[in-house]
């Protein structure tokens, strides 16, 4: 297999730099990427991540306050038709691994899935959580991309929202408009980086007694051990019997807006669409 000529950090700070120069040109906005330590990297499961404030998604209050991660991969080409996926594209294909190598107590190397777990977690919120990965092996070649502006037409993006197993290595080429992961087969797409505000912001119109309650199911798998969290849910799930039912999301809605600025000290731009 042959490996890029440079590391997994430099692939994240020329992606998060053309993403937040994207996000500024499209919507006026300087972002700033929080980017965790080697260590907190361990807990959070993600390498980038960004608060959005008009993306649906609430700020999650565990992970920095963000709705939007990134966990980047470096992936290798294979050339050679022995490789092991070679009969799934017939051509010479990119790869990368899911899971880290990791030493046991007794010194022996296992696949170590607790990033794929911490990220999943955060894909069953339903917050947009993704890999990203290089479609070339050259740093030139990065470099002169950046200086284009076309870094991001080129960086495949996989959904972890769309993985429904637990897969090891995930393979792609230069011309495929999908990823497959092995070894179980499963076919995700491709979603590139310039059109994902778009497509993201399409996600976030819905009804509003369903952003509603999605908003309200998120929180709660949010701060299980907050006592005072939970209880300020309850009440606010639990309804007055003089609230007349047709009303009931309308006051849902304005307590979650409170509980937010309360817990998490943030506004939430969600608003309804009368659908």
């Known amino acids: 297999m042959r490996e890029p000529n440079f590391s997994e950090f430099q692939l994240q700070q020329a992606?998060?730099?053309a993403y937040i120069r994207h996000v500024f040109e499209t919507e006026g906005d300087w972002m700033?990427?929080?980017?965790?330590?080697?260590?907190?990297e361990h807990d959070l499961g993600w390498d980038?991540?960004?608060?959005?404030?008009w993306l649906r998604h609430l700020p999650h209050s565990y992970h920095n306050g963000c709705n939007f991660f990134i966990q980047y991969k470096l992936s290798g080409q294979l050339t050679s038709s022995g490789a092991k996926e070679w009969e799934c594209w017939n051509e010479e294909y990119f790869r990368f691994?899911?899971?880290?190598?990791?030493?046991?107590?007794?010194?022996?190397?296992?696949?170590d899935y607790h990033q794929w777990d911490c990220l999943k977690k955060l894909a069953n919120q339903r917050y947009p959580t993704f890999y990203a990965t290089n479609s070339t092996l050259?740093?030139?070649?990065?470099?002169?991309?950046?200086?284009?502006?076309?870094?991001?037409?080129?960086?495949?993006?996989?959904?972890?929202?769309?993985?429904?197993?637990?897969?090891?290595?995930?393979?792609?080429?230069?011309?495929?408009?999908?990823?497959l992961l092995h070894s179980d087969v499963e076919e995700a797409p491709q979603k590139p980086f310039r059109n994902l505000f778009s497509?993201?912001?399409?996600?976030?119109?819905?009804?509003?007694?369903?952003?509603?309650?999605?908003?309200?199911?998120?929180?709660s798998e949010m701060d299980g051990n907050n006592e005072e969290w939970h209880n300020d849910l309850s009440?606010?799930?639990?309804?007055?019997?003089?609230?007349?039912?047709?009303?009931?999301?309308?006051?849902?809605?304005?307590?979650l807006?409170?509980?937010?600025?309360?817990?998490?000290?943030?506004?939430l731009l969600w608003y309804p669409d009368n659908r």
């Open 32 to 40: 700033f990427a929080h980017v965790p330590s080697l260590i907190d």
């Open 257 to 267: 807006i409170s509980f937010v600025r309360k817990h998490i000290g943030a506004e």
């Open 235 to 255: 009440r606010i799930a639990n309804a007055p019997r003089a609230v007349p039912r047709d009303l009931q999301t309308w006051r849902k809605y304005v307590l």
């Open 97 to 111: 691994k899911i899971p880290h190598s990791t030493k046991d107590a007794a010194g022996k190397f296992f696949d």
């Open 15 to 17: 992606i998060n730099s």
């Open 48 to 53: 980038s991540a960004f608060y959005f404030p």
């Open 138 to 179: 050259s740093k030139d070649e990065l470099q002169k991309s950046t200086k284009a502006g076309t870094l991001l037409d080129e960086t495949p993006l996989l959904d972890v929202r769309s993985v429904k197993a637990r897969h090891k290595h995930v393979t792609f080429t230069n011309t495929s408009e999908s990823f």
């Open 199 to 219: 497509t993201l912001l399409e996600e976030g119109s819905i009804s509003f007694e369903k952003s509603t309650k999605d908003i309200f199911d998120s929180l």
